[in-house]
């Protein structure tokens, strides 16, 4: 230490160890400023403590050789749980019953010899967390021994699959006990089981009317359940619609704008979209024009029957249909307008026309340039659901859209669609994608 201080305190509070740390149920080492009273002796006696308990090769190839193991138990388990929902033989589950006891015997078998490995400092220091990983090995061996007798007992199938169940349950919290157990001695676990993925910014052109419209996709893939043979994975994304914002007015003039000669002659003046709580707001102002054309005597005449302007308040609340697709509640706020064109805004069917021309536009850019599924990468899209979705204000007035949703996928399927978000999160973001186009 002597020779290299440096090399030695820089390990001090970054490698991992955490004595009393969070998975010990406690606050942690302080690395503390000296200023405050503590004595530079205490830092010393914490920086002791925890290179004690660090592990050394050895330990680290043991813990992944016992993650391992655990893994392949659960593995068993859930293959077992399959079988039962099949008809099957009762001497096919009996064979199958087998082997995930050798597994799991041989998962507790190593998870012993792990423990027993330690030296007198790593007892003394990891006694707590120790203490926990041996409630979580009894709690497998007290559900493997229901579901052996279960199983010899031939009990109903639905029986058998919730003592299956509870055992995976087990099996669960034993392997997050011996992860824990492994970061307070600074080992990184790599069972594989991955659970946090981000999804880079991806950023998409969609064009309609002719106008183009940027909107960029991110977002994050969380592991949150396993149970019964399934695995949930929490998706979030979010779609930045700053750019839709910026060019709002002339994709709207593009799908409002009239010029019939002898009817309606709408002329968008402005447009602004932004935030208000969990929806996105329009504001058009508009000059709008009604004529009609009568012909006598061989000889066309146009009157004018309506003039003014007028500014109308859309709101709009994004959903999720039953079928899961996105959709945006359109309602009309508040209408400022004299006369007739008040009137013909208020209660006629142009209100309602205009109301529904703004949804739809901004629907079709924000499904074609963020919708959920095509943010995912395609080996998880058949797996994903849309759940719930809301517009979100930034505090310079940015408006994005928060789509949240889920990952369902069995067993079978797991490390298949794992691989595709692991590929996805290493890629770099600001990629771009093909020009999607509507007329």
């Known amino acids: ?13 970054g490698g991992g160890g955490r004595i009393g740390g969070a998975a010990a149920g406690s606050t942690g080492l302080s690395t ?22 660090q592990a050394s090769a050895e330990q680290k190839a043991a813990h992944a050789a016992m993650l391992k193991s655990t893994e392949a138990a659960g593995a068993e388990v859930q293959g077992f749980i399959a079988l039962l929902s099949k008809e099957n033989k009762a ?35 990891l006694k707590e967390i120790t203490k926990r990983l041996g409630k979580a090995d009894s709690e497998v061996g007290q559900q493997a021994k229901a579901l052996d007798q279960a199983v010899e007992a031939n009990a109903a199938r639905a029986q058998m699959t919730s003592s299956a169940q509870n055992l995976e349950h087990a099996l669960t919290g034993f392997q997050r006990a011996q992860v824990d157990l492994g970061e307070e001695m600074s080992i990184t ?15 998409n052109t969609v064009t309609l009317a002719g ?10 893939v969380s592991k949150a359940v396993a149970e019964g043979g399934q695995n949930t994975f929490a998706v979030e994304l979010t779609a930045d619609m700053a750019d839709l914002q910026q060019t709002i007015a002339d994709v709207l003039r593009a799908q409002l704008d ?25 504001f058009v102002q508009l000059h709008y024009e009604r004529w009609t054309c009568t012909t006598m005597f061989g000889r066309e005449s146009m009157n004018e029957i309506v003039e003014g302007n007028g500014t109308i308040e859309v709101k709009l609340t994004p959903a999720v249909a039953e079928d899961g697709t996105l959709r945006l509640v359109a309602q009309m706020g508040r209408i400022d307008a004299v006369g007739l064109v008040g009137e ?18 901004v629907l079709f850019i924000l499904r ?35 789509l949240d949703g889920e990952i369902r996928v069995s067993n079978e399927n797991l490390v298949a669609v794992t691989s595709a978000l692991k590929e996805r999160s290493s890629q770099e973001g600001s990629s771009v994608r093909p020009e999607l186009m509507a007329r």
């Open 211 to 220: 106008q183009a419209v940027a909107v960029t996709t991110s977002g994050a």
């Open 189 to 203: 676990a790599t069972n594989g089981q991955d659970s946090a993925f981000n999804l880079p910014a991806v950023k």
């Open 91 to 125: 001497s096919e589950i009996a064979n199958r019953d087998k082997s995930f006891e050798e597994a799991i015997e041989t998962a507790r078998t190593l998870n012993k010899r792990f423990l027993e490995g330690f030296s007198e400092a790593q007892k003394s220091g």
């Open 258 to 282: 009239k010029a019939d000669r002898c009817g309606e002659q709408i002329a968008l003046q402005t447009a602004t979209l932004t935030p208000q709580g969990s929806t996105g707001v329009v």
């Open 32 to 53: 503390g400023n000296h200023a405050s009273g503590v004595d530079a002796k205490d830092d010393l006696r914490d920086f002791h403590e925890i290179m004690a308990v």
């Open 368 to 402: 074609q340039g963020g919708d959920f599924k095509p943010a995912l990468p395609s080996g998880a899209r058949s797996y994903a659901t849309l759940r719930r979705a809301r517009f979100q204000g930034t505090g310079s007035g940015r408006l994005i859209a928060v």
């Open 344 to 361: 013909t805004l208020r209660s006629g069917s142009l209100g309602e026309s205009l109301r529904d021309k703004i949804a739809e536009s």
């Open 1 to 13: 230490m002597l020779a290299c201080p440096c090399g030695m305190f820089a390990q001090h509070g």
